[in-house]
Nanobody, 122 residues
Framework: QVQLVESGGGLVQAGGSLRLSCAAS????????VGWFRQVPGKEREFVTG????????LYADSVKGRFIISRDNAKNTVYLQMNSLKPEDTAVYYC???????????????WGQGTQVTVSS
């Protein structure tokens, strides 16, 4: 069992930065891959980025490559999402998710946080 709690969302102007955190509890977190997804009303949940359990492998959606950075600190049971050069189209609820293997589809993840709102104003 893994419990996830996201934090760090908020309102930011275009071009600004935010850092999201995904804090986990549960003994299997350090051996779990973590993904970040986002969702806007009326649309499907979209993969943003993911990181393997060791941090040695990362994946990014094309829309965020070069702007977002995912990292993890297993000693703190936390995964971070540094978001730079934010655009209005990045506005969404951001969710972190965990499972054994790194994937890009939401159905590949069993454990989910409650989400944190990110709003980018133009």
């Amino acid at each position: 069992q893994v419990q996830l709690v996201e934090s760090g969302g908020g309102l930011v102007q275009a071009g600004g930065s935010l850092r999201l955190s995904c804090a986990a509890s549960g003994r299997t977190f350090s051996s779990s891959a973590v993904g970040w997804f986002r969702q806007v009303p009326g649309k499907e949940r979209e993969f943003v980025t993911g990181i393997s359990w060791s941090g040695g492998r990362t994946l990014y959606a094309d829309s965020v490559k070069g702007r977002f950075i995912i990292s993890r600190d297993n000693a703190k049971n936390t995964v971070y999402l540094q978001m730079n050069s934010l655009k209005p189209e990045d506005t969404a609820v951001y969710y972190c998710a965990a499972d054994r293997l790194l994937g890009t589809r939401s159905r590949e993840y069993e454990y989910w946080g409650q989400g944190t709102q990110v709003t980018v104003s133009s």
